[in-house]
């Protein structure tokens, strides 16, 4: 397929914004693998990454500050049939979103969750977010953040997530081959995006990222959870990132667990069912 079959309206993000690397990367890998856009829902939150959804002619749903995995949720729930990708921020999934983010690593829904971190509030002119670094001068702290900042790989990884990687705006082939493998990963695929804001945040640079990332040899992750936490832990503690797909295995899907079958409810019968119903009531007795 071609890829222009997937282009939404016009981006308009600052010219040089990391965002363009996820959206041109997700493209390829739409068209490398022929998914019909009617097949794919992106959901996004606030911020200049949730304006990604309107980027791309697929199914989107532009939703609440932190609130894109409760509603992708809802969808693959819905539909198991439809591909569901969360498009967030830092902002979006670390500060107001971050129970989600905690929960929805250890339930393991069906769901690509891709975190275009750019270390500071785009949208809004430039304060600080969750991870912006120690010292980090924005407009909202004139005098340099006192706070550690949240590593989202490491949160993942603590959390249960069951594909952990990380990707960077500089290396677009980098995040086609984890995006690649992330759809076909059945479980939570969470993907943290080092995305530079060219405009707010004037520290971390696509060269400032160049110089301090280390790319995962292995292509196909860490199987043992200690070891993949001692590596991203080791790096992050020495002011460096890791890169790749850090972390995968196979566990049951919340769509296993939960669901009695994968038909979508649009397309099953509105009759009820009396005896399931009995079912569920017998419960209470
Ligand atoms: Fe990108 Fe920053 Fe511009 Fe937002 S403000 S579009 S994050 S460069
Ligand atoms: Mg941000």
Same mark, same amino acid.
């Given at each position: 397929?071609?890829?222009? =079959?997937?282009?939404?309206?016009?981006?308009?993000? /600052?010219? $040089? /914004? &990391?965002?363009?690397?996820?959206?041109?990367?997700?493209?390829?890998?739409?068209?490398?693998?022929?998914?019909?856009?009617?097949?794919?829902?992106?959901?996004?939150?606030?911020?200049?990454?949730?304006?990604?959804?309107?980027?791309?002619?697929?199914?989107?749903?532009?939703?609440?500050? $932190?609130?894109?995995?409760?509603?992708?949720?809802?969808?693959?729930?819905?539909?198991?049939?439809?591909?569901?990708?969360?498009?967030?921020?830092? &902002?979006?999934?670390?500060? =107001?979103?971050?129970?989600?983010?905690?929960?929805?690593?250890?339930?393991?829904?069906?769901?690509?969750?891709?975190?275009?971190?750019?270390?500071?509030? &785009?949208?809004?002119?430039?304060?600080?977010?969750?991870?912006? *670094?120690?010292?980090?001068?924005?407009?909202?702290?004139?005098?340099?953040?006192?706070?550690?900042?949240?590593?989202?790989?490491?949160?993942?990884?603590?959390?249960?997530? !069951?594909?952990?990687?990380?990707?960077?705006? &500089?290396?677009?082939?980098? *995040?086609?081959?984890?995006?690649?493998?992330?759809?076909?990963?059945?479980?939570?695929?969470?993907?943290?995006?080092?995305?530079?804001?060219?405009?707010?945040?004037? *520290?971390? !640079?696509?060269?400032?990222?160049?110089?301090?990332?280390?790319?995962?040899?292995?292509?196909?992750?860490?199987?043992?959870?200690?070891?993949?936490?001692?590596?991203?832990?080791?790096?992050?503690?020495?002011?460096?990132?890791?890169?790749?797909?850090?972390?995968?295995?196979?566990?049951?899907?919340?769509?296993?667990?939960?669901?009695?079958?994968?038909?979508? *409810?649009?397309?099953?019968?509105?009759?009820?069912?009396?005896?399931?119903?009995?079912?569920?009531?017998?419960?209470?007795?």
């Amino acid at each position: 397929m071609n890829e222009k =079959i997937y282009e939404g309206k016009k981006p308009g993000w /600052c010219p $040089g /914004c &990391g965002d363009y690397a996820v959206l041109n990367a997700l493209k390829k890998v739409f068209a490398k693998n022929k998914i019909p856009p009617s097949k794919i829902v992106i959901v996004s939150g606030i911020g200049c990454s949730g304006k990604l959804g309107d980027y791309v002619a697929t199914n989107s749903i532009h939703t609440l500050h $932190g609130r894109v995995l409760p509603v992708a949720t809802a969808v693959k729930l819905s539909n198991p049939e439809l591909i569901v990708i969360g498009a967030s921020g830092d &902002g979006d999934t670390y500060a =107001i979103g971050l129970s989600h983010f905690i929960h929805s690593c250890r339930r393991n829904p069906e769901i690509i969750h891709i975190v275009m971190n750019n270390q500071v509030y &785009g949208l809004t002119k430039g304060q600080f977010s969750p991870t912006s *670094l120690k010292g980090f001068v924005s407009t909202s702290t004139p005098y340099g953040v006192f706070e550690e900042p949240v590593d989202g790989v490491l949160l993942a990884l603590e959390s249960g997530a !069951t594909f952990v990687a990380r990707g960077f705006s &500089g290396d677009v082939e980098g *995040l086609v081959k984890i995006f690649e493998r992330a759809l076909n990963h059945k479980g939570f695929s969470f993907i943290d995006v080092l995305s530079p804001c060219v405009t707010f945040n004037r *520290l971390n !640079t696509y060269e400032w990222f160049k110089e301090r990332i280390i790319k995962m040899e292995e292509p196909f992750g860490i199987r043992y959870l200690p070891r993949a936490i001692r590596f991203v832990r080791e790096a992050w503690e020495e002011g460096r990132f890791l890169t790749g797909i850090i972390y995968e295995v196979k566990k049951p899907t919340l769509s296993d667990l939960i669901l009695k079958d994968k038909v979508p *409810l649009v397309k099953k019968s509105l009759e009820i069912n009396k005896q399931e119903v009995l079912e569920m009531f017998s419960i209470f007795k």
